[in-house]
């Protein structure tokens, strides 16, 4: 077993402690607290409980962000797509007439994060994505966020945030792979066929309270 000498443990953060035993100093990546918990059983309905455990795994990483003046370096959670949730809330989302959503895996979510001030021009830009790439724009819908739980500082730089609901087009049917390819090139959103995220510039206890909706 490899000790590190007493005089390289306090290396500062300007350098990384040099090579010994399995370490290397090569491999290190700065990166912020990251927790995951899953649901091996696949034939279990869905349940809220495993939000709420990420909620606490997300609490419990406070350590791992920065904060100041109550204002945290972001902190948010990613989950599944929440089709039945959705489902029950398709009347908020605007479209061409009424929006009923496909079933689950026919369409696709993105986490859309707009300037105050630029709002239709940054949706129109997204809808343009969409038609260039031959999907079908379903809808938006606006998330409600409740912003008296951020600081000032924070909620001076608050987006306006909107989901895009986007429909698989026919020539990619039985494709997923290609349909996620094709919503990663619309707006680059990664993966917003399969999950959701919900993350802001606030503290990591301030994630459900300010997506007020998570807790549903």
């Not at 409980?49 to 945290?72: E, F, K, M, P």
């Not at 994505?129 to 409600?144: A, E, F, M, N």
């Amino acid at each position: 077993m490899h000790e590190y000498p007493r005089s390289h443990l306090h290396a500062g953060f300007h350098q990384y402690p040099p090579s010994l035993g399995m370490y290397d100093p090569s491999l290190e990546k700065d990166a912020c607290g990251v927790g995951m918990i899953v649901d091996l059983d696949t034939h279990r309905p869905p349940s809220h409980g495993i939000v709420a455990d990420a909620l606490q795994i997300l609490i419990n990483l406070s350590h791992r962000s920065a904060c100041c003046d109550n204002t945290g370096d972001g902190a948010g959670i990613m989950c599944n797509l929440p089709h039945s949730f959705f489902k029950a809330h398709e009347a908020d989302i605007s479209g061409k007439g009424r929006v009923i959503l496909p079933q689950l895996g026919q369409y696709g979510v993105g986490m859309v994060f707009f300037h105050p001030d630029h709002v239709e021009t940054s949706r129109a830009v997204v809808e343009a994505s969409i038609s260039d790439h031959g999907q079908t724009l379903l809808g938006w819908r606006k998330v409600p966020v409740n912003s008296k739980v951020l600081s000032s500082v924070a909620a001076g730089s608050q987006p306006h945030i909107e989901q895009v609901f986007v429909a698989r087009a026919e020539g990619l049917e039985g494709d997923d792979d290609a349909f996620e390819r094709t919503l990663y090139m619309i707006r680059q959103f990664s993966r917003w066929d399969k999950s959701v995220s919900h993350k802001g510039h606030q503290q990591q206890q301030e994630v459900s309270t300010e997506f007020e909706e998570i807790a549903e």
